[in-house]
């Protein structure tokens, strides 16, 4: 309060309006901030207490998240985590190649608008028709699979299923190519053609520059954006329920079940999962943050 | 082209294009139609991108007769009730989240900055709180008393919206925020007040008006991903579209491909609408990254 009032005063206030102003300030907020507190903040405070609730007793316990570690739940938490990397990092370099290619590629303008709307389009188009389509492509009966047959390669034979963890990657990859194609366009955007000049002024070939220059330059948004990805891909949850029945376990599946009924048999269990998928998420925004803001340093 | 040597330095707008053009071009004789390793990558990537939706697309129309699949799916009283249940909740998650966000970006921007990292941390917490995660907590949460929403049909869709609300918040909130950035709003608000006029109507007649862009480009992302939104509908038993779709799916053949076609044409024709708003104005729009 006392901070607040002196700051009002050093702005020059008019004498008779700091009570007023003060009050004001925090008035336009507080529809928000009751909004942010029902349907965020209290959800959460529900999972975080029933997290360290005994599910009898309701005493604080550490039990549940020491639970973690069952073999179903710690492979759930283990799928996830590679389906992500995988995603994160496939996605992230053919995304960076994707748009390096419609920017400094020299294709026709047309293309880069075209594949910015289509990125837009696709990171969006995810859930149950993404699975469908997918399904559609790649299942034992499916188009591709039957066209490759025709060329003597036959998918199914060599253990391949779409409904698999395999299969899950590349399907995700599908929203994660172009959400990395929207993220780092504008850092590519922002390498100025005086860094290349200088490079080739000085004799660097090609891949002088984007070895000791570009890439150096980049690398924290290609980081960031990785991790952001990641994060896209943990939280995902309706193309996995699509696709695989249950049939490859994965943290929002299992967290979708728990919903459902009591399937862990152990409701403390369900939260502290819950909390352990924030706490991933959080981690992730973070990392993207400090990379982000590390990157501002060059980059505009 | 510009003419004479590179134009080292030069900040005009284009002068990206051209010196990255000149400078790289100097070695390859067919510099007009692009680099082949650009080509070789871009036609990966519409392979990759095609091969899924001509799939569905076969599968739509192998369906007897032909187009079966799309006017069993007209047909079907389900098909249209859940897609106009997700349009109209998805419409008043519009509303309700402009109502929210515009005054309380407007207000940080103008009388409480010194919120601003926290209003921002708050808008950010749905990318950390996932669709999964939070609609666990508001079942958990307001399947009770004080606030048995879950027990009502009208209760459970008041919280979908809500949830959705909470959904669209990052998206909403940057994009009004850079909408305000581009506009003077003290100036404007100062001005509306020296007339007379009192904070309801500076919102409405002055604040809104100018965030056209912004609010329409949120308003079409909010729209699309809610529409085909599956997560919280399924686990609210709502008769959205996302669930239908599942169901669909689960139980046809041609039907789930022919819906599934025509829910990707309504993300595009959303993204599409986004690109034209967008065309010519200053906000940045940020699209992309919700399931």
Same mark, same amino acid.
């Given at each position: 309060m006392s901070d607040s009032a002196t700051v009002i005063i050093e702005r020059d206030a008019p004498p008779a309006r700091p009570a007023r102003r003060l009050s004001f300030s925090w008035a336009g907020l507080v529809p928000f901030f009751l909004f942010s507190a029902m349907f965020l903040g209290l959800p959460l405070a529900f999972l975080a207490i029933g997290s360290i609730?005994?599910?009898? &007793?309701? +005493? *604080? &316990?550490?039990a549940n998240y020491g639970a973690l570690t069952t073999p179903s739940v710690a492979t759930a938490f283990r799928n996830s985590i590679e389906v992500s990397l995988v995603t994160a990092i496939v996605g992230g370099i053919f995304g960076f190649l994707l748009a390096v290619a419609v920017i400094l590629g020299r294709l026709p303008r047309i293309l880069r608008s075209a594949l910015m709307t289509f990125s837009g389009v696709a990171s969006n188009f995810a859930g149950i028709p993404l699975a469908l389509a997918f399904t559609y492509a790649?299942?034992?009966?499916?188009i591709v699979t039957l066209l490759l047959k025709g060329f003597g390669i036959n998918l199914y034979a060599s253990g391949f299923t779409i409904f698999s963890k395999l299969g899950i990657e590349i399907v995700y990859l599908y929203f994660q190519f172009p959400l990395m194609v929207l993220i780092i366009a504008p850092a590519i955007d922002g390498l100025k053609p005086e860094w290349r000049e200088a490079a080739e002024n000085m004799g660097a070939t090609g891949f002088q520059y984007w070895r000791r220059i570009a890439l150096p330059i980049l690398t924290p948004t290609l980081l960031g954006s990785m991790i952001l990805l990641f994060g896209n891909s943990f939280g995902a949850q309706a193309t996995a329920y699509q696709l695989t029945a249950g049939q490859v376990s994965l943290v929002p599946l299992a967290i979708g079940n728990q919903i459902s009924g009591d399937v862990l048999h152990n409701v403390g269990l369900g939260y502290a999962m819950a909390m352990g998928m924030v706490a991933v998420m959080g981690i992730s925004i973070v990392g993207y943050t400090l990379l982000q803001r590390r990157s501002e340093r060059w980059l505009r | 082209m510009s003419g004479g040597g590179p134009a080292i330095g030069s900040r005009a707008p284009g002068a990206l294009e051209s010196v990255a053009n000149s400078s790289v071009a100097a070695? /390859?004789? /067919?510099?007009?139609?692009?680099?082949p390793w650009a080509w070789i990558i871009f036609l990966i990537g519409v392979l990759y991108f095609t091969v899924p939706l001509i799939a569905t697309f076969i599968i739509s129309m192998r369906a007897k007769p032909l187009f079966a699949g799309y006017t069993n799916s007209f047909a079907d009283s389900r098909f249209l009730s859940s897609l106009t249940y997700s349009f109209v909740i998805g419409l008043i998650t519009v509303v309700l989240s402009i109502a929210l966000v515009v005054p309380t970006a407007y207000w940080v921007r103008? /009388? +409480? *900055?010194?919120l601003r990292p926290f209003v921002e941390f708050v808008t950010l917490l749905p990318f950390v709180i996932p669709p999964v995660v939070l609609v666990f907590g508001l079942i958990r949460a307001y399947s009770r008393p004080p606030l048995p929403f879950t027990n009502t049909d009208i209760g459970s869709s008041a919280l979908l919206v809500f949830a959705y609300i909470v959904l669209s918040l990052p998206y909403m909130y940057r994009s009004v925020d850079s909408g305000l950035r581009a506009i003077d709003i003290r100036t404007l608000t100062e001005a509306a007040q020296s007339m007379g006029a009192g904070w309801f109507t500076i919102l409405v007649r002055i604040i809104l008006p100018n965030l056209r862009v912004a609010l329409l480009s949120g308003a079409f992302l909010s729209l699309a991903i809610v529409i085909g939104e599956f997560t919280m509908a399924v686990y609210l038993a709502r008769p959205a579209f996302g669930p239908y779709l599942a169901l669909l799916g689960a139980n046809r053949t041609y039907e789930p491909a022919a819906v599934s076609l025509i829910s990707f044409g309504v993300t595009w024709l959303a993204m599409i609408a986004i690109a034209l708003i967008g065309r010519g104005s200053r906000t940045r729009i940020q699209v992309g990254g919700a399931h």
């Amino acid at each position: 309060m006392s901070d607040s009032a002196t700051v009002i005063i050093e702005r020059d206030a008019p004498p008779a309006r700091p009570a007023r102003r003060l009050s004001f300030s925090w008035a336009g907020l507080v529809p928000f901030f009751l909004f942010s507190a029902m349907f965020l903040g209290l959800p959460l405070a529900f999972l975080a207490i029933g997290s360290i609730a005994d599910n009898k &007793t309701g +005493a *604080p &316990t550490l039990a549940n998240y020491g639970a973690l570690t069952t073999p179903s739940v710690a492979t759930a938490f283990r799928n996830s985590i590679e389906v992500s990397l995988v995603t994160a990092i496939v996605g992230g370099i053919f995304g960076f190649l994707l748009a390096v290619a419609v920017i400094l590629g020299r294709l026709p303008r047309i293309l880069r608008s075209a594949l910015m709307t289509f990125s837009g389009v696709a990171s969006n188009f995810a859930g149950i028709p993404l699975a469908l389509a997918f399904t559609y492509a790649l299942s034992f009966q499916g188009i591709v699979t039957l066209l490759l047959k025709g060329f003597g390669i036959n998918l199914y034979a060599s253990g391949f299923t779409i409904f698999s963890k395999l299969g899950i990657e590349i399907v995700y990859l599908y929203f994660q190519f172009p959400l990395m194609v929207l993220i780092i366009a504008p850092a590519i955007d922002g390498l100025k053609p005086e860094w290349r000049e200088a490079a080739e002024n000085m004799g660097a070939t090609g891949f002088q520059y984007w070895r000791r220059i570009a890439l150096p330059i980049l690398t924290p948004t290609l980081l960031g954006s990785m991790i952001l990805l990641f994060g896209n891909s943990f939280g995902a949850q309706a193309t996995a329920y699509q696709l695989t029945a249950g049939q490859v376990s994965l943290v929002p599946l299992a967290i979708g079940n728990q919903i459902s009924g009591d399937v862990l048999h152990n409701v403390g269990l369900g939260y502290a999962m819950a909390m352990g998928m924030v706490a991933v998420m959080g981690i992730s925004i973070v990392g993207y943050t400090l990379l982000q803001r590390r990157s501002e340093r060059w980059l505009r | 082209m510009s003419g004479g040597g590179p134009a080292i330095g030069s900040r005009a707008p284009g002068a990206l294009e051209s010196v990255a053009n000149s400078s790289v071009a100097a070695d /390859r004789p /067919r510099r007009s139609w692009g680099a082949p390793w650009a080509w070789i990558i871009f036609l990966i990537g519409v392979l990759y991108f095609t091969v899924p939706l001509i799939a569905t697309f076969i599968i739509s129309m192998r369906a007897k007769p032909l187009f079966a699949g799309y006017t069993n799916s007209f047909a079907d009283s389900r098909f249209l009730s859940s897609l106009t249940y997700s349009f109209v909740i998805g419409l008043i998650t519009v509303v309700l989240s402009i109502a929210l966000v515009v005054p309380t970006a407007y207000w940080v921007r103008l /009388r +409480a *900055p010194r919120l601003r990292p926290f209003v921002e941390f708050v808008t950010l917490l749905p990318f950390v709180i996932p669709p999964v995660v939070l609609v666990f907590g508001l079942i958990r949460a307001y399947s009770r008393p004080p606030l048995p929403f879950t027990n009502t049909d009208i209760g459970s869709s008041a919280l979908l919206v809500f949830a959705y609300i909470v959904l669209s918040l990052p998206y909403m909130y940057r994009s009004v925020d850079s909408g305000l950035r581009a506009i003077d709003i003290r100036t404007l608000t100062e001005a509306a007040q020296s007339m007379g006029a009192g904070w309801f109507t500076i919102l409405v007649r002055i604040i809104l008006p100018n965030l056209r862009v912004a609010l329409l480009s949120g308003a079409f992302l909010s729209l699309a991903i809610v529409i085909g939104e599956f997560t919280m509908a399924v686990y609210l038993a709502r008769p959205a579209f996302g669930p239908y779709l599942a169901l669909l799916g689960a139980n046809r053949t041609y039907e789930p491909a022919a819906v599934s076609l025509i829910s990707f044409g309504v993300t595009w024709l959303a993204m599409i609408a986004i690109a034209l708003i967008g065309r010519g104005s200053r906000t940045r729009i940020q699209v992309g990254g919700a399931h």
